[in-house]
């Protein structure tokens, strides 16, 4: 069974610019979620799909950036324009639904952003 | 607010060796916890989770102890090899599932 990917891997790009972040979860996987890891500091949540409803985007940071989830199957996060402070490493993790809540999150390699 | 903390930000080990990683958490109402482990260019990868209703649970050369009382939870890891050299990180579930993660502990195997 493949894990999660995210594309790409690596990106770099100017003040200003827009980025595109895609993230495939794992197959069969409802939930979707978006962390990001700006340098020295903990991994933060950023927000949650469930198939393709946000159910909390509440750690988003502010409004330039968008998460889109079409059809419920692989997500993209957009940063619009891109700012100094959004370099860091974007994660994209998947679970399965389950009635009670609480599942394993399985993480992708993550995407390494460089705003210069 | 509630956190989610570890107690050292560096660890070094003898291979061979077992090595034990801490966490503190400060929210009583926390029914899930995680372990992850992340290697140098990868994502977060499950090692072990336990929740809030079990004190003890063992995995493949790990084993997580959860104490309630004292909000802490930790991670046993057996005769450590290089392999296990990698940041780790615990998470808490506060039932909605987001996670909330630690600053993460870089553990070092010395051979």
């Known amino acids: 069974e493949a894990g999660v990917t995210q594309f790409p891997s690596h990106s770099v790009i100017e003040k200003g610019q827009t980025v595109t972040l895609r993230c495939d979860p794992i197959s069969g996987h409802d939930n979707l979620y978006w962390y990001r890891r700006v340098m020295g500091k903990e991994i933060k949540f950023l927000l949650h799909?469930?198939?393709?409803?946000?159910?909390?985007e509440s750690g988003m940071p502010n409004n330039r950036f968008l998460a889109e989830r079409t059809g419920g199957t692989y997500s993209t996060l957009k940063v619009q324009p891109a700012e100094l402070e959004d370099s860091g490493v974007y994660f994209c993790?998947?679970?399965?639904?389950?009635?009670?809540?609480?599942?394993?999150?399985?993480f992708g390699p993550g995407t390494r952003l460089t705003v210069l | 607010g509630e956190s989610v903390g570890l107690h050292l930000p560096t660890l070094s080990v003898q291979e061979g060796d077992n090595s034990i990683i801490n966490c503190a958490y400060s929210?009583?109402?926390?029914?899930?916890f995680i372990w992850y482990k992340q290697e140098s260019g990868k994502g977060p990868q499950f090692i072990i989770d336990i929740r809030s209703n079990m004190d003890k649970r063992q995995g493949q050369r790990v084993t997580v102890l959860l104490n309630k009382t004292v909000k802490h939870l930790s991670l046993q890891i057996a005769a450590t090899q290089p392999g296990d050299s990698a940041v780790y990180f615990c998470a808490e579930n506060f039932g909605n599932e987001k996670l909330t993660f630690g600053t993460g502990t870089r553990l070092t195997i010395i051979p």
């Open positions: 799909f469930v198939k393709e409803s946000k159910q909390d």
């Open positions: 993790a998947s679970s399965r639904l389950e009635a009670r809540g609480t599942d394993t999150q399985y």
């Open positions: 929210n009583s109402a926390s029914d899930y």
